[in-house]
């Protein structure tokens, strides 16, 4: 059972403007959530989290929104660079379950010229 | 800043055999992990040591034992390789709940590992 799942395997965005990926989780004991970013033969490198007591938190051109009642969150690039080309895997956490995430099956993100 | 360290980088291994991989770390961190990453999966945790001298297994530790060396080191060994594992193992470390204090999972490069 896929507890966090990103639905989309990809997405292409013309540089310069928005990047959206999206994450949808099942377990309501979720309450801190990560992003992380991949690049190829590189481990997952973390880009921001949010905690479920925010609904939005912010880092240069990186947004983490988060919908509680929907158990949706999304992560918003603004202006999304050639850099940025990567998968994202979205990432979650329960009180007390330390520092165990679980993990999406991640979006590849190609920002195009 | 070498972070976390991840020996070897790529394997190959005949049904059967065995082997440990190996991971350190710097940066003082007390807990580390294991995960499995393959396609369409995601990264799936297969073991982990929240501190020195303590291990505990995650969502797939079948086939798998793992070595909390000292609190650098912590191993990861395959007894007898099956097919099913072929595929690219990370290790991470974190402080003890680190990331609720903006200290996060760290991963080594990872191992790819290919079981015939």
């Known amino acids: 059972d896929q507890q966090v799942k990103q639905n989309s395997p990809s997405l292409s965005v013309q540089e310069g403007r928005i990047s959206i990926l999206n994450c949808d989780y099942t377990?309501?004991?979720?309450?801190?959530f990560l992003w992380y970013k991949k690049y190829p033969a590189e481990g997952p490198t973390f880009l921001i989290s949010?905690?479920?007591?925010?609904d939005k938190n912010e880092d240069g051109r990186f947004t983490v929104f988060l919908n509680k009642s929907a158990k949706h969150l999304s992560l918003h690039i603004v202006p999304s660079q050639p850099g940025d080309s990567a998968v994202y895997f979205c990432a979650a956490s329960a009180t007390g379950g330390g520092n165990k995430l679980t993990f999406g099956t991640g979006t590849q993100l190609k920002v195009e010229l | 800043n070498a972070g976390v360290t991840q020996t070897p980088k790529f394997q190959v291994l005949k049904t059967g055999q065995s082997m440990t991989l190996q991971c350190a770390q710097d940066m003082n961190h007390n807990s580390m992990y294991w995960y499995r990453q393959d396609p369409g999966m995601g990264l799936r945790l297969i073991y982990y040591?929240?501190?020195?001298?303590?291990?505990d297994k995650g969502e797939v530790p079948n086939g798998y034992n793992v070595s909390r060396l000292n609190k650098r080191e912590f191993s990861l060994r395959l007894e007898s390789a099956a097919p099913s594992q072929t595929s690219v193992y990370f290790c991470a470390s974190s402080e003890e709940d680190g990331f609720r204090y903006n200290s996060p999972l760290h991963f080594g490069n990872g191992t790819r590992l290919t079981v015939t």
């Open positions: 377990n309501s004991m979720f309450d801190y």
């Open positions: 949010i905690s479920s007591i925010k």
């Open positions: 040591s929240a501190s020195e001298g303590t291990t």
